[in-house]
């Protein structure tokens, strides 16, 4: 399979080029040429396989002919190796729990797969040393590192705002080691996004390292997301939902999650409508009711892995509806919830229902409640452990969370980590030095 540029002033590339180069020298991202629907005898034996299962053929029909059967088999087994339950909240809502992972979130999914595949096409190669730059309010830092620890020929640079991740998610990735290197940018998360970006674009660092991105801009990181939508579809279908009623709400920030659920629907999953739910950042939403998509600066809430004002993947979006706005709406709607209405639902859930969600899930589980109409069930993605939010959590519902034992597991280890100032040419020289 090939991939093409979404602005389409560059080549087409194999995957391994799209998933090393991370974005297209365009600046468009990368999309498969094609989307392989699955055949129907496929969709006949969803309900008995298991998720690794469905996974590796679902990866075959992707990309199968980039890497060998074998190989994508195993590599698609190792990054499920844990489950991901679909729970009953009530009547006809699920919650699609995405964190049983090594860091609680459902970006453990898409991180593991891209570690794996580049160790893969790095597997003959053994000068070759991939330089992963990754900017981080939190969790994308601990899931890229938790899946690329250990893994040849790549090296991790997390940049995290001194001072604004919690304890437990520094810990997730500053007592790493090996491979995992953790700069402690004096500065907000924009200070090292930019520094990310700008190291993209500078010609002195890329003609002596190789240098990609491991945010959702990379197909390895966002394709694979899209194996547990089928997996979620094939329970709810077993535990009752009529097969054309199943409807999906994603809690989104930079789109990456939803737009693999849109891909699987291309692929064959028949999937009635997708609901995106957003916090106080509603640019999609507007998007939605005027027909224009206006960027803007995006706003602290308590679900802060969606604070994003400018979704880098709806590109990817008005590429697969060819910036068709009608057919766009029509199979998306969205939402936006304040604060006060996130606590408000993730208070009642967990009286009403004694289900505890986090803040993220939260923002989905209240779209689905106030839209899905009868005859519907409703799946929302649960993106992370509530108590990786533990402070805002234990807030609203006044009560103690648990923290499960491996993330506390990151706190006894020792933190290092190199501080820099928010100055791309320190960084540089940081960087060159550590060729
Ligand atoms: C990253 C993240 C999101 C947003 O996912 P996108 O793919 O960027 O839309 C939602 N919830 C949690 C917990 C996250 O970490």
């Keep these: 399979m090939k991939y093409r540029s979404t602005v389409g002033k560059s080549p087409e590339v194999s995957l391994e080029e799209a998933v090393v180069k991370g974005l297209a020298p365009d600046n468009g991202l990368y999309m498969p040429l094609s989307f392989p629907t699955l055949p129907k005898e496929f969709f006949d034996r969803l309900p008995e396989m298991s998720l690794p299962e469905m996974a590796s053929e679902i990866a075959s029909a992707l990309f199968g002919e980039d890497i060998e059967k074998d190989a994508l088999e195993k590599l698609t087994k190792e990054t499920l190796n844990f489950p991901i339950p679909l729970v009953k909240v009530n009547d006809d809502i699920y919650s699609l729990e995405l964190f049983h992972g090594p860091t609680l979130a459902f970006k453990d999914v898409g991180a593991r797969f891209m570690a794996r595949l580049l160790g893969y096409f790095n597997r003959d190669n053994t000068d070759r040393l991939v330089n992963v730059l990754v900017a981080t309010s939190g969790d994308t ?80 990181r966002f394709l694979p997301q899209m194996f547990y939508y089928f997996h979620a579809y094939a329970q709810a279908v077993k535990a009752g939902a009529k097969p054309d009623e199943v409807v999906l709400c994603v809690p989104s920030g930079n789109f990456g999650n939803i737009t693999a659920g849109l891909i699987a629907k291309r692929m064959g999953l028949p999937i009635k409508r997708f609901i995106a739910a957003n916090n106080a950042n509603d640019i999609f939403l507007n998007y939605l009711n005027t027909g224009t998509y206006s960027p803007k600066k995006s706003v602290q809430t308590i679900a802060n892995a969606m ?36 606590s408000e639902t993730l208070k009642t859930t967990f009286d009403k ?49 648990e923290v499960p034992e491996r993330l506390n597991d990151f706190l006894k280890n020792e933190k290092k980590t190199s501080p820099l100032p928010a100055d791309f040419e320190t960084f540089k020289k940081h960087l060159l030095n550590s060729i």
């Design 141 to 220: 830092g601990s899931a890229v590192a938790n899946g690329f620890l250990g893994v040849d020929g790549v090296r991790v640079f997390v940049l995290y705002p001194k001072g604004k991740v919690s304890r437990i998610q520094e810990a997730q990735f500053t007592t790493l080691g090996k491979n995992i290197n953790a700069l402690e940018i004096e500065g907000n998360f924009d200070d090292c996004q930019a520094l990310v970006k700008k190291a993209f674009l500078d010609e002195e660092l890329n003609q002596k390292m190789m240098l990609t991105s491991a945010n959702s801009i990379n197909v390895a």
């Design 307 to 342: 604070d994003v004002g400018d979704p880098s993947n709806f590109v990817r979006i008005l590429d697969l509806y060819d910036n068709s706005h009608e057919a766009i709406s029509a199979e998306i709607s969205g939402t936006s919830y304040s604060d006060a209405e996130i």
């Design 353 to 401: 229902d004694g289900y505890l969600l986090d803040p993220h899930g939260a923002v989905a589980y209240r779209a689905l409640a106030s839209m899905l109409k009868p005859q519907e069930t409703g799946i929302f993605l649960e993106t992370a452990h509530p108590a990786k939010f533990k402070e805002t959590v234990e807030k609203i519902i006044e009560k103690e969370v």
